[in-house]
């Protein structure tokens, strides 16, 4: 049953046998036992994808509420001394993972040596589902109403630029400047199209399209880009970036005009049941994020 609902979660028989570590010949041979023993067709196989059948659909949807049941049981009877156990797949902002998480994973494991994390790092918006990933961490407003969320901190932005770039191009003083001024493009995974710039005055929220040379959609190359001079950028400067300011590379620009913080959000598939140890993870990462997110009293200044 297990190895039915990945194959039918990931839609393939080869991803199935990945994630699960097991040969795909024995991925195969349960899904055919399977529908051997129930005497039905659960999946539908092409060239191309794996889909499930009416009656697959049917009998997964039993089966998430019995291996969810099955989990519960175990957790609840199971050796307190041993601690939760298995594996948590997790998705996270590059910077995220690598100035935050990572950073704090060796205390974690401290805590709870039986559990292992599947860490993927990008800043592309993926499929939880199509992916089999338990929980993700999303910075910005959520679009998906697919998914469930629990809102766990915000990320303050800045407007910056690199010392070489205000040498050659001037320092912006107000929004009204901005339109003799290059901004580096951070585009869209799910619309392909650069994110506006926005900025709060007299308390009310505007964007403004920004001409750029450059457009990325990775955080590490929007920030090389504007430490190479590129143009302006604008977004959360966490523990990672935090030197670059000090040290004078990045140089913080417009600071009466910033953009509104920015939601930080654990995501799971609605519907889901959450194993005691992908619980126990989200609740660790939500205050590990806390207590780097502290609330922060905000003052809007009007423009001189």
Request: proline letters at 6%; one cysteine or more.
């Amino acid at each position: 049953m297990r190895i039915f609902a990945r194959v039918a979660q990931l839609r393939s028989f080869t991803k199935a046998a990945e994630q699960m570590q097991l040969p795909r010949p024995s991925v195969s041979g349960a899904i055919q036992y399977l529908e051997t023993h129930l005497r039905v067709r659960l999946l539908q196989r092409t060239t191309r994808r794996v889909a499930l059948t009416p009656e697959g659909a049917a009998y997964h949807e039993r089966c998430m509420q019995v291996l969810a049941d099955i989990d519960d049981a175990e957790a609840l009877f199971a050796d307190v001394a041993a601690g939760p156990r298995g594996v948590v797949r997790v998705d996270l902002p590059e910077r995220l993972a690598l100035h935050v998480v990572i950073p704090a994973l060796p205390a974690f494991f401290a805590r709870y040596p039986d559990i292992r994390v599947v860490l993927s790092a990008t800043d592309r918006m993926i499929d939880l589902i199509e992916e089999g990933v338990d929980c993700a961490v999303r910075v910005g407003n959520l679009g998906d109403t697919t998914l469930v969320a629990r809102r766990i901190g915000e990320f303050e932005q800045l407007n910056c630029a690199s010392r070489g770039y205000i040498e050659k191009h001037g320092l912006p003083r107000t929004p009204a400047d901005l339109a003799d001024h290059l901004a580096v493009g951070f585009f869209s995974s799910r619309s392909g199209r650069d994110l506006d710039w926005e900025y709060e005055e007299h308390g009310e929220l505007k964007t403004l399209a920004m001409r750029s040379a450059v457009s990325v959609n990775s955080a590490h190359a929007y920030i090389g880009c504007c430490l190479a001079g590129l143009g302006l950028m604008q977004g959360p400067i966490g523990k990672g970036e935090a030197p670059l300011l000090e040290s004078g590379e990045l140089v913080e620009v417009l600071k009466d005009w910033k953009a509104p913080p920015l939601p930080v959000s654990v995501v799971f598939p609605h519907g889901r049941h959450l194993a005691p140890r992908v619980r126990i993870f989200v609740d660790w990462i939500a205050q590990l994020i806390a207590a780097t997110t502290p609330a922060r009293k905000r003052t809007r200044q009007t423009a001189k």
